[in-house]
């Protein structure tokens, strides 16, 4: 759960930074692509560190499973973001792919420190 603080502690200086570097003109996008990738590496994070600790045998089965509700999520996130709620797409979309690939690293290296026995 320490590791989720950090997660969103980081993520939200990221945002303020960005928002104070480019101005307030996009900080929806910002934060709107933050919101999805931070929520599922978190949740991911939590369900993936209670399941090796309780029954490591059935994460590969959690993994694949939250893969693809994730894919689906992501998917409808993206969609409803630019097509219903009107977000410019540049923006949001470099917010969100930044966002994904750093949360997903982080959470790759919590597995290995995990899995190492860390």
Known sequence: MKAVGWM??????????????????????VLLGMVAP???AGLSWVLTERTFTRNPERLTRLMIGAF????????????????????????FVVSFTGYFIALYLTEALLMRRLFAGG
């Open 8 to 29: 969103a502690g980081v993520s939200l200086g990221c945002a303020a930074l960005a928002i104070a570097a480019a101005g307030r003109q996009i900080a929806a996008e």
């Open 38 to 40: 931070l929520g599922a």
């Open 68 to 91: 693809g509700a994730k894919m689906m999520f992501f998917g409808v996130w993206v969609a409803v973001m630019v097509s219903v709620v009107g977000l410019r797409p540049v923006p």
